[in-house]
């Protein structure tokens, strides 16, 4: 059993999230997961979805699955993630990935808060998407 809390904060005076994602979470208890950016990179070494971030993203997610799931955790537990997206052009088709995703990872609708910054481009010029998270274990 543990005594972690989790909670989703919604401030007054603050607008509705625009996407799939919470403006805060509050969490009592618990240990500090750090995950490293993940990349569309399948566990033989292999990019996924050269040119397609439609591809790339459920593969950065199933990535993130596997780190938080080594460590005793799911999705459940993530409490912040960092999006970075390659082009302006890109970002609509991730949110779209993401969304499907989304439906899967968090059905209560209680998503994490999130930020999206569109960047030139990432650390290999094949990578349209990279996906860093924080959790807190119980």
Do not use: C, W
Request: aromatic share 8%; proline share 7%; net charge negative.
């Amino acid at each position: 059993m543990t005594d972690r809390q989790r909670y989703t904060i919604e401030p007054e005076g603050v607008h509705p999230p625009t996407g799939k994602y919470s403006h805060a979470v509050r969490v009592r208890g618990g240990e500090l997961l750090v995950i490293a950016g993940q990349v569309p990179i399948d566990v033989n070494g292999h990019i996924v979805g050269v040119g397609d971030i439609a591809s790339q993203t459920p593969i950065v997610f199933e990535n993130i699955t596997k780190v938080l799931e080594s460590a005793g955790g799911s999705f459940a537990d993530v409490v912040e993630l960092t999006y970075y997206i390659v082009g302006r052009g890109n970002v609509v088709t991730f949110i779209e990935a993401r969304t499907a995703i989304f439906e899967r990872l968090f059905p209560d609708g209680a998503h994490p808060p999130a930020t999206l910054v569109v960047v030139d481009g990432l650390a290999n010029e094949a990578f349209l998407v990279e996906i860093s998270a924080l959790a807190v274990l119980p």
